[in-house]
């Protein structure tokens, strides 16, 4: 399963059309402690770049950005009672929202490991 990171600090991990997406842990440890985690419905339709959810922590509210167009198709409902997840896990267990990927081709203009960790 390939892993691609967005400029604006989210990961995707591609299933098929199926794409998982959350932030990464040197977003995580920039943000802080996160208290809130909240994404757009299922079914919302989102431009490579809208914000699709947003994280709250005791520093500061950001938006997390669709790394691709896609559909939303679910939420890491865990999140609601333990958004520490993210901190804890950000790649893993902290993972934030699903999407249906509409434009795979998007997946061409984002990042590898290497060079997401190479950017930072």
Do not use: C
């Not at 943000?31 to 959810?53: C, I």
């Not at 267990?93 to 795979?104: C, N």
Request: aromatic share 8%; glycine share 8%; no cysteine.
């Amino acid at each position: 399963m390939m892993v691609f990171y967005a400029p604006s600090h989210e990961w995707v991990r591609l299933d098929g059309d199926v794409a998982t997406v959350g932030i990464t842990r040197h977003a995580a440890d920039e943000l802080g402690e996160l208290v809130f985690v909240e994404a757009k419905d299922a079914g919302t339709a989102l431009a490579q770049g809208d914000a699709a959810a947003v994280v709250e922590s005791v520093k500061a509210a950001s938006d997390i950005y669709a790394p691709v167009a896609g559909e939303i198709t679910g939420f890491n409902e865990q999140l609601s009672d333990s958004p520490h997840l993210v901190n804890e896990d950000p790649e893993g267990a902290g993972w934030i929202f699903t999407l249906r990927v509409t434009d795979r081709t998007q997946l061409d203009g984002l990042l590898d490991a290497t060079a997401y960790k190479a950017s930072l």
